[in-house]
């Protein structure tokens, strides 16, 4: 199983990045999917997860009404659309695929992304 996430960059304070990953090597659409963030110096952090079919979505309360997790099962993909993005969400964020369909605990995530850096200057 390989996740191939991309669409990090830099970017000033207040603007948007679209983070996608592009999931192989699984039936995609029958599991649950999430991202998480690592800033430097800190411990891994949840940051959103969607359900198998799209339908269930959960957020950080740090993210809560600024990201938008979906998915689109057709093309094994899945997004991360991050708006009014501040200097703290500069992180590394990972995409992970999880062993059950529907939102995940942390523990359950199996495979991981390599990770795209984000960078929100001020």
């Known amino acids: 199983v390989q996740l191939q996430a991309s669409g990090g960059g830099l970017v000033q304070a207040g603007g948007s990045l679209r983070l996608s990953c592009v999931v192989s090597?699984?039936?995609?659409?029958?599991?649950?999917m999430g991202w998480f963030r690592q800033a430097p110096g800190k411990e891994r952090e949840f940051v959103a997860a969607?359900?198998?079919?799209?339908?269930?979505?959960i957020y950080a309360e740090s993210v809560k009404g600024r990201f938008t997790i979906s998915r689109d099962n057709a093309k094994n993909t899945v997004y991360l659309q991050m708006n009014s993005l501040k200097p703290e969400d500069t992180a590394v964020y990972y995409c992970?695929?999880?062993?059950?369909?529907?939102?995940?605990?942390?523990?359950?995530?199996?495979?991981w992304g390599q990770g795209t850096q984000v960078t929100v200057s001020s």
């Open positions: 992970a695929s999880a062993r059950v369909s529907f939102i995940a605990t942390t523990s359950e995530y199996e495979y």
């Open positions: 969607i359900s198998w079919s799209g339908g269930g979505t």
């Open positions: 090597g699984r039936t995609f659409s029958r599991y649950s």
